[in-house]
């Protein structure tokens, strides 16, 4: 059972408990001597602190300052329990034990609720920092496309050295696909670069889409991609790329009008980033003809 899931059931019981050590120490109140708006407003505190407790735990994971929150909002909420069952029961004259067991929880269970809250502030704090400084390094390297929001070739490079290190102790397997539009130049001269922008963000979308979640995609620069597969070897990166290649052709908004040429690269023992990058331009320039917007032209 999870840690959550304990702390739940733990509030059940405690709350089990306390129903049935109110109604052993009580006695049920006639009928005519119930105050029915105290039960609502007492009732409505009741729920809002029980929703407390299972936000908390339902935005949060273990920690310190999710054990300050859910203990103060399970006080607390122990507290509002027991006053809404004096609503009902009538305990002896004399008896402080309920009157204590109603009043002291509120106050310790509202203080740690408080410490708890000036940790997730200082949580959150800590966060908006580190994004800060991650947005910093992005901005600052140039890591992201602005007009595809893909990454670009600097962060493949970051990326590759690490995916490169474990396939070289034998880990896994690496193999990149990667795409080069066929006549770009001259479909910019035909359409403009308006719709050669809009058929690279479109480009961008499709393959985004119909790679899996483990694998990255990049604007290699101009009319290229790059897509790095980690894990897979070269027959279920094929399988991938010719997949894609059938899937764009049934898109008359771009597999009319685009033709792609792609290729297929597997990262050998001996490659570092440069070389494999290297034979990859190589590759995407293999066989460079006039592509199929000569016609159009
Ligand atoms: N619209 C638009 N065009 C771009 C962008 N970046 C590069 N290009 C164009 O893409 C073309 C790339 O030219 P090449 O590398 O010769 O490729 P190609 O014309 O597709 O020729 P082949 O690959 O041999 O078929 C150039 O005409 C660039 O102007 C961009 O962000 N937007």
């Given at each position: 059972m999870s840690r959550h899931k304990l702390k739940l059931l733990l509030t059940f019981l405690i709350l089990l408990a306390l129903g049935a050590l109110a109604r052993h120490m009580g006695e049920l109140k006639p009928w005519a001597l119930i105050d029915w708006l105290d039960v609502v407003g007492e009732?409505?505190?009741?729920?809002?602190?029980?929703?407390?407790?299972?936000?908390?735990?339902?935005?949060?994971?273990?920690?310190?300052?999710?054990?300050?929150?859910?203990?103060?909002?399970?006080?607390?909420?122990?507290?509002?329990?027991?006053?809404w069952l004096d609503e009902f029961l009538h305990y002896p004259e004399g008896s402080h034990l309920m009157s204590w067991t109603e009043s002291l929880p509120a106050p310790f269970g509202l203080a740690m609720l408080t410490w708890g809250l000036w940790g997730w502030h200082r949580e959150q704090l800590a966060i908006s920092a580190q994004l800060k400084s991650r947005?910093?390094?992005?901005?600052?390297?140039?890591?992201?496309?602005?007009?595809?929001?893909?990454?670009?070739?600097?962060?493949?490079?970051?990326?590759?050295e690490r995916e490169l290190g474990l396939h070289q102790q034998g880990a896994k397997p690496l193999t990149?696909?990667?795409?080069?539009?066929?006549?770009?130049?001259?479909?910019?001269?035909?359409h403009g670069e308006l719709a050669g922008d809009k058929a690279l963000k479109g480009l961008?979308?499709?393959?985004?889409?119909?790679?899996?979640?483990?694998?990255?995609?990049?604007?290699?620069?101009?009319?290229?991609?790059?897509?790095l597969l980690p894990g897979t070897g070269a027959g279920e990166a094929r399988a991938l790329g010719q997949a894609l290649s059938r899937q764009l052709q049934e898109r008359p908004w771009?597999?009319?009008?685009?033709?792609?040429?792609?290729?297929?690269?597997?990262?050998?023992?001996?490659?570092?980033v440069d070389t494999l990058l290297a034979r990859l331009q190589v590759q995407l320039d293999k066989d460079k003809g006039p592509g199929p917007f000569a016609r159009e032209a």
């Open positions: 009732g409505c505190v009741l729920l809002v602190s029980l929703a407390w407790v299972l936000m908390v735990l339902k935005s949060r994971p273990h920690g310190r300052v999710t054990l300050l929150l859910f203990s103060g909002g399970l006080m607390f909420c122990c507290s509002s329990w027991l006053d947005e910093h390094f992005f901005r600052e390297h140039q890591l992201v496309d602005p007009l595809t929001r893909l990454y670009t070739q600097p962060y493949l490079q970051l990326v590759l990149l696909l990667a795409w080069d539009i066929r006549g770009f130049g001259r479909f910019n001269l035909r961008a979308e499709f393959l985004l889409a119909g790679l899996r979640p483990q694998d990255l995609l990049c604007r290699l620069g101009g009319d290229r991609f790059v897509a771009l597999g009319n009008r685009v033709s792609l040429k792609t290729e297929l690269l597997q990262a050998g023992t001996a490659d570092s």
